[in-house]
């Protein structure tokens, strides 16, 4: 199972493996504390892309569309395959962001791609 939560709320049992999907640390957030398994920065938006959208809702289809396209490059499908790994191997794993947009950011597209394979 993928699921994504605010890296902010405190760790829980059920999170099973924590991979944190920021290309940016989260402010104001200890390594302690954030109690990541993982963290694949790689994964995350490109910087262009981040800046362009900055979590506008009405930009979310398009930059859905924009982040696909950039998780087709090699170096990605080998993170993703990375990410379904760790989801057969520790049944649950919870990918991690820092927007305080819950509904609209890189996890949330994220988990739909790999919900769909």
Do not use: C
């Not at 699921?3 to 049992?13: A, D, G, N, S, T």
């Not at 490059?73 to 049944?91: C, D, M, N, S, Y």
């Amino acid at each position: 199972m993928i699921q994504v939560k605010r890296i902010y709320l405190p760790p829980q049992e059920g999170d099973g493996y924590r991979i944190l999907v920021d290309r940016l640390w989260p402010r104001g957030l200890s390594k302690e504390e954030a109690r990541i398994d993982l963290w694949l920065k790689e994964i995350g938006p490109s910087n262009e892309l981040r800046k362009w959208f900055g979590h506008n809702d009405k930009k979310w289809i398009e930059f859905k569309k924009k982040y696909r396209k950039e998780l087709e490059e090699e170096t990605k499908q080998v993170l993703l395959h990375k990410i379904a790994r760790f989801e057969k191997e520790k049944g649950t794993v919870t990918l991690l962001f820092s927007a305080k947009n819950t509904d609209h950011n890189n996890a949330v597209a994220l988990s739909e791609l790999l919900n769909e394979a």
